[in-house]
């Protein structure tokens, strides 16, 4: 091979990994641009006050009270009362048996991870007890590849738009059973075996509203994964290649509790 030819070789080389790299920046570029707003930032988490939707037959939910004011003390502050299973929150293992593991016992690095995102909206505005078949996950993979290990995985039904209009939310019939849509147990067994860090969902709980026996909840927290509820609006987010922080409040011993979500879009 003549010099010039390979010199020619290696300066093309150059051009196209330098080329490629700018087309894919680094992941960590995603985080870098949270500042300057290159990178998009999306709040899952609704806001907390009193007038949430609160699980059927809990009579005391939300209380804040004003401690101190800047007209009498100079500063203000308040404190208040919560339900650990409120608003946007995180279900810790330990929520269900066989589950172990309290909310602050959550190892920081799961907290953190691509999402992958299950949509049912379609299915979900015509069958409000739609259970995601493994199908669904089948196909996703289909077109993005097999889920990562340490995935967030969030299951978009759309039912975010009816929150907080309890009725409509929690849609109970006269017998009182809830209807929304949920996962199967054959996807949270699925996303068991593929490693997901947890699961979240637009919705009340991971099951199904109509669920009696919690399937879900017990396969994926005796699994050791967490489950965010109540998540607000995704319908900004791709099926893929956004990136997820969860930060839950971290309370000693909790069986969960409010939960701020950010999807950082690049
Ligand atoms: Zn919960």
Not at 7 to 27: E, F, S
Not at 56 to 61: A, E, K, L
Not at 169 to 197: C, T, W
Request: proline share 6%.
């Amino acid at each position: 091979m003549a010099a010039t030819r390979r010199y020619g070789i290696i300066v093309l080389c150059l051009t196209t990994c330098m080329t490629l790299h700018a087309q894919n920046p680094h992941k960590d570029d995603v985080l870098e641009g949270v500042p300057s707003g290159k990178t998009r930032v999306i709040d899952l988490s609704y806001a907390i006050n009193e007038k949430l939707v609160p699980w059927p037959g809990d009579t005391r939910w939300f209380e804040a009270k004003v401690n101190a004011t800047v007209e009498k003390n100079g500063y203000f502050t308040r404190s208040f009362w919560m339900l650990e299973h409120y608003g946007t929150h995180l279900d810790a293992p330990i929520h269900f048996p066989p589950g172990k593991m309290t909310v602050d016992e959550i190892p920081a690095r799961k907290l953190f991870g691509p999402a992958v995102v299950l949509d049912a909206r379609a299915e979900s505005a015509k069958d409000a007890d739609y259970q995601v078949p493994a199908a669904r996950v089948e196909a996703w993979e289909k077109r993005h590849g097999q889920i990562p290990e340490g995935a967030i995985v969030l299951l978009r039904t759309g039912w975010a738009s009816r929150w907080p209009d309890a009725q409509r939310y929690r849609n109970q019939d006269a017998q009182g059973r809830m209807h929304f849509p949920g996962y199967s147990v054959e996807v949270a067994k699925l996303l068991i075996e593929r490693k997901v860090s947890g699961l979240g969902c637009d919705t009340m709980s991971v099951d199904y509203g109509a669920s009696e026996d919690f399937a879900v909840h017990r396969a994926v927290l005796g699994a050791g994964l967490y489950q965010l509820e109540n998540l607000a609006d995704m319908s900004g987010l791709p099926e893929t290649g956004a990136f997820l922080v969860v930060a839950p409040i971290k309370l000693e011993g909790g069986s969960g509790g409010a939960v701020r979500v950010f999807a950082l879009l690049p």
